[in-house]
């Protein structure tokens, strides 16, 4: 009998080590916030940069298992709408912001839409988003719609980060930046002719995302850049200087949510682990035969309940603190592409008034190249037919 409560009692106890080995791993680790943008040896020519503009982030689903249960096969959703309805614009306005940074890149915006008048377009999915983990998905794609990288990129959050700088969810997006970088750095000159052809087939194309055939005559080209450099200069401009205005002003609020929702987790790491312990010291206890009589037992039970009852209570309030902030970020979802005053532009020798929205005003200046387009075209058949 006391060999079999010997035995068992080392086997509780090599368990509880094993349990205290492995809480470095449960309770998460940080990470060094020393991440910086990638820099060449020389200085870039202003002619080997590029335009770049993001689009608001959408969030990716989750694949279900199709050989789960009926009632698994709806993939459940670990994010809060509140948050996750404001990270769509917030990311996009972080990545332009750390996008300007980059030496190989002559501008960064945000765009409301799909637009040929960048040389790259990023696309961004949220993947993960909890306040303490974030994984996004990044494709870069080549004007127009040619889509020549995705990758997935992760950052995991600890207490221990808020004190180490103000904002350290920033870091997430120094590494797309960089691989954005090396992916711009090997741009080669025949690519970049090719964007500007297909720059003009894509103005030319009838919104269906196909483009077309066009002549590559001087003037088309000349239309072509000074639309694309107005569209970016006086619209997409004012989106990124609104977005940025919008990120700005609600960073702290959500670094707050991103320290509540950090300790929340690491508090729930923290008491899972603890009630494990719990529990195998007084397995412990008990194979040793030091609690054999019944209000020993009731006594451990009462320590596990109030020490449960205790971490339970910090995790509420801590999740009631996350929430509210949550759903003050929720209040914050209005457009970057809201309407604004009638803008005009000019191309050759006529001026035209672009009304709306700036979703409205991009589709409309689509319209008028596409017809500038087309007029040049019917002019070079026209000069054909005469000759």
């Not at 993001?54 to 689903?61: A, H, R």
């Not at 890149?105 to 409301?112: L, N, Q, T, Y």
């Amino acid at each position: 009998m006391a060999k079999t409560i010997f035995n068992q009692t080392f086997i509780d106890t090599k368990a509880l080590l094993c349990g205290i080995m492995a809480l470095p791993l449960l309770t998460g680790c940080a990470v060094p916030l020393n991440k910086s943008i990638m820099q060449p040896q020389a200085t870039v020519p202003a002619s080997q940069k590029v335009t770049v503009a993001v689009l608001p982030f959408e969030t990716v689903e989750q694949p279900v298992d199709p050989n789960a249960d009926d009632d698994k096969k709806k993939p459940q959703e670990s994010f809060d709408k509140n948050v996750r309805n404001f990270e769509k614009k917030y990311f996009a306005a972080r990545l332009v912001e750390t996008l300007a940074k980059s030496p190989w890149v002559k501008e960064a915006h945000v765009s409301p839409v799909i637009t040929p008048s960048v040389d790259y377009l990023v696309r961004g999915g949220i993947i993960e988003s909890d306040g303490e983990d974030t994984t996004v998905s990044i494709t870069v794609s080549r004007c127009c719609w040619q889509d020549v990288h995705t990758e997935t990129f992760s950052m995991d959050l600890a207490s221990s980060h808020f004190d180490e700088m103000a904002d350290p969810g920033s870091q997430l997006w120094i590494d797309p930046v960089n691989k954005i970088g090396e992916i711009l750095a090997k741009v080669t000159p025949d690519q970049r002719r090719s964007i500007e052809k297909e720059r003009v087939s894509a103005y030319l194309a009838t919104g269906t995302g196909k483009t077309a055939q066009a002549p590559q005559s001087p003037k088309v080209q000349n239309t072509v850049q000074t639309a694309a450099g107005w569209e970016r200069r006086e619209l997409l401009g004012r989106v990124s200087k609104m977005a940025f205005g919008f990120a700005n002003g609600l960073c702290p609020t959500y670094v707050q949510w991103q320290q509540k929702s950090t300790k929340l987790h690491e508090e729930k790491r923290q008491k899972d682990i603890q009630t494990g312990l719990n529990v195998l010291a007084a397995m412990t206890t008990l194979g040793a035969g030091m609690a054999s009589a019944s209000m020993g037992v009731t006594s451990h039970s009462q320590t596990l309940s109030y020490a449960f009852g205790m971490n339970v209570a910090s995790a509420m309030e801590s999740s009631q603190e996350a929430a509210a902030i949550a759903e003050a970020l929720g209040g914050f979802t209005g457009s970057f592409g809201d309407a604004v005053e009638p803008q005009t532009l000019k191309l050759g020798d006529q001026v035209y008034t672009l009304t709306g929205s700036i979703d409205t005003k991009i589709a409309q200046l689509r319209d008028i190249v596409r017809k500038e387009i087309i007029a040049e075209i019917e002019r070079y058949a026209s000069v054909g037919i005469n000759r």
